[in-house]
């Protein structure tokens, strides 16, 4: 049997208007009242016994989709669920397993969180939480060390918000506050050089110069400006320099020169459209960041170039991972072991080089520990696999329990 073409591509096409139609993304009340949250915790400083009195109660939580994620195309497939600062996050049970498997530190903490932090327990996931010891093994190491490096890069990151010039970022700037024009042995920016010559940008013809990054000729449309001229028959009808309906684009608008006018420029200018952009990325984000930010954890790190709760997170989970190799298990509650010394890091009562110096010596004291350590190489992800399934299969009513 032959098919002709419209029928061959019938399933490639069916799946291209699935892909879009829009997708609604669950919320956090939908899958509570659906009953399809299977676990809920109190995560972060509360969880470490490393809160004060302005710690914000985070959490974390397991969900399970619905059937048709699984049975259909998978479509409006969610792995995660965020609140709008992160604070709160749920994970789909198969990118939870999946991170089980892999020794996720944040998956592993919630197994062994305890009892008095958990405000949802669905009874379906017990047969994990009865193997959870087999859970921590050699394969925690890499995971562990590389969630450490993690927070060092994050709080040093120099594309962090916190290390961005608010002064450059004060007003949302243009193209053509990135054009430089050439005047005298220094530039002007090509506001300032319209500003000045009493110019606008809307009246400017700009022509691209040959051979050339990003240069250009600007040319003037003096009939067209009401106060240059009042006699409209001159008008070019130069099209201006920035799009009248996206003036922050950073596509300059080119015009048609004539030919006679070609040799009588204003003056050149370059644009340097990479900064622009870089402006633009800097711009969104740090006033996102004002929006978003931790109002006390921003005071704590003020006049520093570092966030010290990064430092902090590197060198408990360091701590933790060792207590691991050394079989002690995952102790979560740091009061009476190291409490003290993590909050005097989080507030900046160690310098920098010092934590650092820290930091490098208990890796290495991370590294021989689990070296020498007797623990299994790494999970039994068959056992996962098939807790899984029962999981998925008990939900969605296949099997009863």
Request: proline letters at 4%; one cysteine or more.
């Amino acid at each position: 049997m032959h098919l002709d073409l419209k029928e061959r591509l019938f399933p490639y096409i069916c799946y291209k208007k699935l892909a879009k139609m829009e997708i609604k993304n669950l919320t956090f009340s939908e899958i509570r009242e659906s009953g399809s949250l299977l676990f809920e915790s109190i995560r972060g400083s509360h969880l470490y016994g490393l809160n004060t009195e302005t710690s914000d109660i985070d959490t974390f939580g397991v969900f399970i989709g619905p059937s048709e994620w699984f049975l259909g195309t998978g479509i409006e497939k969610q792995r995660i669920i965020k609140s709008d600062k992160s604070d709160d996050y749920w994970d789909e049970l198969e990118k939870y397993f999946q991170e089980l498997g892999e020794s996720n530190p944040e998956a592993l903490i919630s197994l062994f969180t305890p009892e008095k932090f958990i405000l949802h327990f669905n009874p379906v996931l017990q047969p994990l939480w009865d193997i959870k010891e087999t859970l921590i093994t050699k394969k925690c190491f890499k995971p562990f060390a590389g969630y450490a490096i993690s927070q060092i890069k994050k709080a040093k990151g120099l594309k962090k918000a916190i290390n961005i010039d608010p002064e450059q970022v004060k007003i949302r700037k243009t193209p053509l506050d990135f054009c430089q024009v050439p005047v005298g042995i220094g530039t002007w920016t090509l506001t300032k050089y319209l500003r000045d010559n009493n110019l606008k940008q809307e009246y400017c013809g700009i022509s691209r110069l040959p051979g050339t990054v990003e240069s250009y000729a600007l040319f003037y449309d003096w009939a067209a400006d009401p106060n240059y001229s009042r006699d409209k028959k001159d008008v070019i009808g130069y099209r201006g320099i920035l799009s009248q309906t996206d003036p922050l684009s950073s596509q300059l608008r080119v015009s048609s020169i004539k030919f006679d006018d070609r040799e009588k420029p204003l003056c050149y200018f370059q644009f340097n459209s990479g900064a622009y952009s870089q402006h633009c990325t800097d711009y969104k984000r740090y006033w996102d960041w004002v929006k978003n930010r931790n109002e006390s954890r921003f005071q704590l790190n003020k006049g520093y170039d570092y966030d010290s709760k990064n430092i902090q997170h590197c060198v408990r989970i360091l701590t933790m991972a060792t207590e691991i190799a050394q079989g002690k298990g995952m102790i979560l509650n740091r009061t009476g072991i190291d409490r003290d010394w993590l909050l005097k890091i989080k507030n900046h009562g160690v310098p920098y080089n010092e934590v650092m110096e820290y930091v490098e010596n208990l890796e290495e004291t991370m590294k021989e520990n689990f070296e020498k350590s007797n623990l299994p190489e790494e999970p039994d992800l068959d056992i996962l696999e098939k807790i899984l399934v029962k999981i998925r299969k008990t939900h969605y009513g296949f099997i009863k329990i």
